[in-house]
């Protein structure tokens, strides 16, 4: 009975010495646990927040085309204003070339490209660009004495009723358009001081300056858009195919280039023409038994 008693106290510090490193293991074990999974943690909040960090903040506009947002907004509305799908009727119009045509002066893609050169730098395409950089620095500077004088000018520097014609229907319908669809604050104020007729390129200058669209690209764009007019015009006339005409675009490309330079750089008392027979062509025009064209 003796050795059974004893043996007992034996048996009961073993098993409490036995329960007690099982703790101790246990404990280690979870600490352990615990351990890696902050270290898990650790590195996984590591790992996401600088990702999270850098895809929420802003990234500047158009970035990746090296374009700022203004710059990418003035590409988009010339593009758009002065783009042959924009609805002013300069389809309808071929300032002279139709008569041009039938007098056998334009023929083939030469001299078509010949016609048009002479008029780009020493016609009505130099006059309409000085007409469209003047009335654009005034709108800029809201001198409404100056928009007034250039807008009168410019509705009376026309060589025949047709092309009158042509250059106010078209700024009406560009004015309107952008009133409707581009309006924004100081363009009807400008428009008033215009007080009468506004012509085509007087137009775009006006909408341009109200966008705080720069004067420079928006001549390379008004040139652009009167050369592929014209050649449009004679594409039908002469006839000629794509091809053909976009040859002809391409030879046109310096003569666009110098006189939007000449045009920017132009006073007032620079604006002079020296295409006699295009202005003819425009004037017999209007007498011309069959037509496509309204001038």
């Not at 002066?105 to 016609?115: K, M, N, P, V, Y």
């Not at 085509?200 to 050369?227: N, Q």
């Not at 000629?240 to 045009?263: H, M």
Request: proline fraction near 4%.
């Amino acid at each position: 009975m003796r050795r059974r008693l004893m043996i007992m106290p034996s048996m009961i510090m073993a098993t409490i010495i036995m329960m007690i490193t099982i703790t101790t293991v246990i404990t280690i074990i979870m600490a352990t646990t615990i351990t890696t999974t902050n270290i898990a943690t650790t590195i996984i909040t590591t790992t996401i927040t600088p990702m999270l960090m850098t895809t929420s903040e802003p990234a500047p506009a158009d970035a990746s085309s090296g374009m700022n947002a203004d710059e990418a907004a003035a590409l988009y509305r010339l593009m758009t204003w002065l783009s042959p799908s924009f609805p002013v009727g300069a389809f309808s119009y071929s300032s002279g070339i139709e008569w041009a045509v039938e007098a056998g002066d334009i023929g083939d893609a030469a001299s078509l490209r010949d016609w048009l050169g002479s008029m780009l730098a020493d016609g009505s395409g130099f006059c309409d660009g000085v007409f469209m950089a003047h009335a654009h620095r005034a709108a800029s500077s809201h001198d409404d004495g100056a928009v007034r004088e250039i807008a009168e000018l410019a509705a009376a520097f026309v060589p025949s009723r047709e092309r009158q014609l042509e250059t106010s229907a078209q700024g009406r319908a560009f004015l309107e358009i952008a009133r409707a669809a581009w309006n924004c604050d100081g363009l009807e104020q400008t428009i008033e001081h215009c007080g009468g007729t506004i012509v085509y390129p007087v137009a775009v200058g006006l909408v341009s300056a109200a966008h705080a669209i720069a004067v420079a690209p928006t001549m390379h764009a008004f040139l652009h858009a009167l050369a592929s007019n014209w050649i449009s015009a004679g594409a039908r006339l002469v006839p000629l195919g794509q091809t053909d005409s976009q040859r002809v675009l391409a030879l046109l490309e310096p003569a666009v280039v110098a006189t939007a330079k000449r045009a920017l750089q132009a006073s007032i008392d620079d604006l002079g023409s020296a295409t006699f027979r295009a202005d003819l062509a425009s004037m017999r025009h209007e007498t011309q038994y069959t037509r496509l064209f309204r001038s």
